[in-house]
């Protein structure tokens, strides 16, 4: 595709604001000579080895903007496969901005969310996998999740993925040879062996498709909504949580109409806590609108705690846990138990077969029990953080996965009831091509639209 991509395209590559240094990079075929036009050092930088860093001035006319390095990477030895330069100049919106405009007046276009890492796909020089771990790598909220993209972007899940592939063709290529004897009852692939092998690939999608709940932990952190009736202490227990003063805490119901979010981190993954408002019936048209946004909030987290005050009773917020739990069926809940300290709750909780099995008793205003619930929240992050490897799935990659195990589902059912080979090689060819959509051996401008649009300008 490059011989197609003739304009040069550049845009600063670090955030504007104040730093030592920024940087701003220029790709295509005639980078070197349009920033030539405005950089006067010991050497042209079209003349420049491959991986040098030359030292110099960058002018806009006769005007001196600032001293520079600029650093050579040709084609198609770079980032991009094109011919790359980036120019390092100081710190600040101002100089970085001056250059920037300097280079589109010399003949450059400003680039577009993701499209120096576009180039690189379209270049060959990264997957479709690999080139959104890049996005993921950059907006990591965790260690645990950077290191994974940064795995993912070496290419693991590409070489596994490829693999899968490559045995799927080899299949497919060998039923259709026996399509082609068919009336010589000529046998090219043995079909207990064919059936191991699409069981196999089948598994493999099922498998890492259950890794999808977890890698949005990795990617995003841990969402942790706290819900309940008014005045059970959600806005204690979230201060508690964060440790520190956050919320507005009063004995008057209501008093949280909109929900309050905070991230903190444990063991490395990042814990983002939402303070929802009260849940119950009410005439207050705002209040109303802060428990409606309660519930959409909830259906973002991972994990709900379900805030009981167990002053009046234990199993008070039973039926606001057993909602819940229908409504959320895909995440965590846990019952909590709060004002402890305010009752004898050992006695309360005695003999109570009414009460869930995950529940943690706290008090949010004396600090007991906080610990236990951090750790518990924490153990909940670091196991989702222990089932990765080199696979940060996102939602594209398990729908396609989701597909190719449908078809190959197709497949071993057909293949069991000794069905012709057309049918069997008619879904193995499909989930090929689901795979191949993964890793961008089939693609269309759309898809590709699609994922670079969320990545930064400057990537």
């Not at 390095?69 to 496969?81: D, L």
């Not at 799927?168 to 068919?182: H, I, M, N, Q, S």
Request: net charge negative; charged share 25%.
């Amino acid at each position: 595709m490059s011989e197609f991509i003739h304009d040069v395209i550049c845009a600063p590559a670090t955030p504007s604001g104040l730093s030592g240094l920024a940087v701003i990079r220029v790709s295509g075929r005639d980078a070197f000579s349009i920033v030539d036009s405005c950089f006067r050092g010991k050497a042209k930088i079209a003349s420049a080895d491959s991986h040098t860093i030359l030292y110099g001035k960058f002018f806009v006319g006769d005007t001196m903007i600032d001293t520079v390095t600029v650093s050579v990477f040709r084609a198609p030895n770079s980032y991009t496969g094109e011919n790359v330069a980036e120019i390092g100049c100081h710190g600040g919106s101002v100089i970085s901005d001056l250059i920037v405009q300097a280079l589109i007046t010399a003949g450059c276009r400003f680039a577009g969310p993701g499209e120096f890492t576009k180039r690189a796909f379209l270049n060959g020089k990264l997957d479709l996998t690999q080139a959104e771990a890049v996005a993921d790598i950059i907006h990591a909220s965790s260690r645990a999740g950077s290191l994974v993209a940064a795995r993912q972007i070496a290419g693991g899940f590409t070489v596994r993925v490829a693999k899968l592939r490559s045995d799927l063709l080899d299949v497919c290529a060998l039923l259709e040879a026996e399509l082609d004897f068919a009336h010589e009852d000529i046998e090219f692939i043995d079909k207990s062996r064919m059936l191991h092998l699409l069981t196999d690939a089948r598994n493999f999608c099922t498998e890492t498709l259950e890794l999808h709940h977890s890698a949005n932990i990795l990617r995003d952190g841990l969402y942790v909504g706290i819900a309940g009736y008014p005045n059970a202490g959600k806005s204690t227990l979230f201060n508690a949580l964060i440790g520190k003063h956050r919320a507005i805490v009063s004995d008057i119901p209501g008093t949280t109409r909109d929900y309050i979010e905070e991230t903190t981190h444990i063991g490395g993954i990042a814990i983002k806590y939402f303070d929802t408002a009260g849940i119950r019936e009410s005439d207050d048209i705002i209040e109303i609108e802060g428990i409606k946004l309660a519930e959409a909030i909830m259906r973002q987290c991972n994990v709900l705690l379900i805030v009981n005050d167990v002053t009046v009773s234990p199993e008070y917020s039973l039926p606001l846990f057993n909602k819940i739990s229908e409504m959320y069926s895909g995440s965590e809940i846990i019952y909590v138990q709060n004002k402890i300290d305010a009752a004898d709750y050992s006695s309360l909780k005695e003999n109570n077969d009414l009460l869930p099995e995950k529940i943690i008793a706290v008090s949010a205003r004396s600090g007991e029990g906080i610990a236990e619930l951090r750790k518990l929240l924490a153990d909940i992050a670091s196991d989702a953080a222990g089932r990765f490897n080199d696979i940060l799935l996102n939602r594209r990659h398990a729908s396609h996965l989701q597909n190719v195990a449908e078809r190959l589902d197709n497949a071993i059912r057909t293949t069991e009831e000794n069905m012709s080979n057309e049918f069997i090689a008619l879904d193995v060819r499909a989930a090929i091509y689901e795979l191949g959509m993964i890793t961008g051996q089939v693609w269309s401008e759309e898809i590709l639209n699609q994922i670079f649009e969320r990545f930064c300008i400057g990537k």
